[in-house]
Structure formats: C-alpha cells, structure tokens
C-alpha cells in the first residue's frame, strides 16, 4: 500500500511517500520549503523589482508570506488579491483591505502585476519531483497535515480560537488520534485545512491530521519513546510549540506556545510545571501563547515522564537540564508528523489498519 503523506508546517514541507512492501526506512521522502516559504520569496522578488503583485488561489498558510506583503506594501509596492486568496492573510477582508491589499475578483487580472498563485498543497509538484526519479504518482491515500488557528468569529483572540478547538477536541474524545478527520468530517471553521483537502479533490482516500498531534503521534514510534507509558512529547516546530503530556496516547495535560516567542528557560520551566500540574493557562496566554488545558485534575501521579523532543527547533534543548530523549522515529525526526500522519490514516481506514501498523512496527 502506497500512502502520500504531507505534513506542511511553516519552514518546510516534509513528504513522505510510504509503501508498506518494504522497509519503511526505505520509503522516499523529500524535506522541501513550506509552501509559505515559497510564496514569501516570490513576492519579496517582485518588491526588489517594484512591481505590483497579483495574489490568487486558496487559503494557504500565513507567516513567511504575510510578513513579505506587509514589507512589499510598506515599500509603496500594489497588491491585489482575489477573495479567497485574501483569506490566506486574515478571514475578515476588511482588515486585508486595510494593510493596503486591493481585492479583485476572480475574473481580473490587473496589467504589469506578478502573479503568485497560493495553496498548501501542489499535487502537480509533488508529482513532477517523484517523476525526476522515475516513482509513479498514483497512491491507494492521501495523509495530510497543517496547523489551522481557525476561521475566529470578530474581535475573538485567532490563539484562544485555536486553543478551544484542542481543548474541545480532547474533552469530546481523549486520544492523539481523535485530531484526525475525514473530509466529511471536518470543522467548517477549519478554513485552512478545508482548502488543503479541495486541493486533493478527486484523489484517493484522504484524511486531515493537525500537524502537532502528528509530530506526537510520529514520536511515538521511537522504540525507546514506545517504550514509556509515562511521557511527555515536545514538538519544537519553527513556528508553533506544542506539548503533550500523554499516558500512552490518553493526553493528561498539553500546552501551545509560538517557539520563537520562548527563551530555552521558558520553555523549559513551562515544560516541567505542565508535567506538575502548576502551570496557569492564562501564563501561556498572556505571554503571547495558545494556552494550557489539563484533561485530568491537573496533579501529578508521581511518575517521572521520558520527554521526548521533536521538530527542527529541537537542538533550542541540546543540554538542556530537562535532560531530553530526542526522538527519531524510523531514523529520521524531519519524518514524524509524518509518519503520524500514515498512523492516523490506518486509523481512520480500517481496512488498512493491520498492513499499515506491520510496517510501522517498531
């Protein structure tokens, strides 16, 4: 069985083209800029060359790209956006009006303008890099991940927004898995993970899978993290850190934060009162973080958890006193989400469930 997983986080894009025949260890895999990255630097080229931009396509992830259309624009550069790709940069249009953004309809194409096409998942890409190296580009599924802060109703927080929708998911249904949807199943506020999935229309069966759960779920197939009943998984991705305090894959306690708004310190002192049940919801909050939910009463059973790091901010913890196990699944960390991802999928598929969990044996 041949599962295309897409994990698309904020710096890269990690592939994994995984075949149940084999080694998984052999499965081809392809670490590539984020899709945002990509937009980011054309957008940056057409402001060194004053020229307007012309932003169409989908809802795709922010970051990268917002911040060089704020520069483009405080450059004195133009830019149009049809309505959907205007949503890329703030669900209410109003406020993509007023960072100077000119929305078009689908139909216009404003002269002399560079156009840059946004989405998070390029298929056609994905496809032509497999051909440069002669691998076919059908598959029997899709896996796919992103981070979604979700389409907030006005004047409420997109970070406490995010946050409600993890809280809300554990409190429904305590498991890592619980995060992965099928498409008919998935929030109509999830706007993001919504355009992820039209991109793969037509294709085979599909499943969505929150990108932190996945880099969790991903970790968890290092032997030694498999191991510990007791652990704590830290995902150090380039924009958003989450931790989840798990006793197996039931979560006791998670936190979200942004990694580059946390000193080494904070990261680790928030990691250690997690695990105590002393750290404050509003803490994390207030010091520009999603927040803190404890599923159980919050109080450690005494238990000492493994914690466990992943994604490619791990090495902010190299020495650090929380003493981590730096997980790599498979031999290879840049891979977790994932290989969480192709997890989820068994678990939503059934069907495939026992071929898949045989080649993910560890």
Sequence with gaps: MRILAVDMGTGTQD??????????????????????????????????????????GIIQGGGPCHWALEDHLRAGNAAYATPEAARTFDDDLERVEAMGVRIVGEDER?????????????????????????????????????LDHGNAPPDYSDRLF??????????????????????????????????????????????????????????????AVADENERLVLNLGNMH?????????????????????????????????????ELAHEEVFDSKGHGVFYADDGASDGATPLIAVTGPQRGRLRGSRLQPYFATPHGDMMISGCFGLVRAFGARYPDHREEIEAALAV
């Design 15 to 56: 592939i994994l083209l995984f075949d149940s025949t084999g080694p998984v260890e052999n499965s081809v895999k392809l670490v590539m800029p984020s899709a945002t990255t990509i937009a980011a630097g054309r957008i940056r080229k057409a402001t060194e060359a004053n020229q307007p931009v012309l932003l169409t």
């Design 110 to 146: 404003p002269g002399g303008v560079e156009r840059i096409v946004l989405r998070d998942l390029d298929m056609d890409a994905i496809r032509s890099a497999l051909a440069a190296f002669d691998v076919p580009g059908d598959f029997d599924g899709l896996a796919l991940g992103c």
């Design 162 to 223: 995010r946050f409600d929708h993890l809280r809300r998911v554990v409190s429904e249904h305590n498991d890592l898995s619980a995060f992965a949807y099928l498409p008919d199943e998935l929030p109509e506020y999830l706007t993001r993970a919504r355009t992820m999935l039209t991109s793969a229309s037509g294709e085979t069966p599909v499943v969505f899978l929150d990108t932190g759960p996945a880099a969790a779920l991903g970790a968890l197939q290092d032997p």
């Design 241 to 277: 850190a989450l931790a989840f305090h798990l006793s197996g894959t039931r979560i006791r306690s998670l936190y979200e934060h942004h990694t580059g708004e946390m000193s080494t310190e904070q990261i680790e002192d928030f990691t250690e009162r997690l695990i105590s049940g």
